[in-house]
């Protein structure tokens, strides 16, 4: 089992940044490929980026490519989205997930955190 807990969400103006933090425990945090996804309001889960368990390869949803970066510190259990240059439309639960396999598919992703609400205010 692994355990993940989301933290770092709130209220921000548009064109400002937020990072969120996504701590593990549980079995080993370097096997683990770590996704980012996000579900606004009447709208499906969406993906966001996620990071290798080495954190040698990230990879994005074109709409945030540019503004957000993943990063993971595998000594700590943590992975990080650094969310710069926000907009309304990243208004949104963001929850953290891990997964044995690469992917960019919620299907793939074995466990999840409760989620952390981001408001991006116009």
């Known amino acids: 089992q692994v355990q993940l807990v989301e933290s770092g969400g709130g209220l921000v103006q548009a064109g400002g940044s937020l990072r969120l933090s996504c701590a593990a425990s549980?079995?080993?945090?370097?096997?683990?490929?770590m996704g980012w996804f996000r579900q606004a309001p009447g709208k499906e889960r969406e993906f966001v980026g996620a990071?290798?368990?080495?954190?040698?390869?990230?990879f994005y949803a074109d709409s945030v490519k540019g503004r957000f970066t993943i990063s993971r510190d595998n000594a700590k259990n943590t992975v990080y989205v650094q969310m710069n240059s926000l907009k309304p439309e990243d208004t949104a639960v963001y929850y953290c997930?891990?997964?044995?396999?690469?992917?960019?598919?919620?299907?793939?992703?074995?466990?999840w955190g409760q989620g952390t609400q981001v408001i991006v205010s116009s």
């Open positions: 997930a891990a997964a044995a396999v690469t992917s960019r598919t919620s299907h793939a992703y074995d466990y």
């Open positions: 990071i290798t368990g080495s954190g040698s390869t990230t």
């Open positions: 549980g079995r080993i945090f370097s096997r683990y490929t």
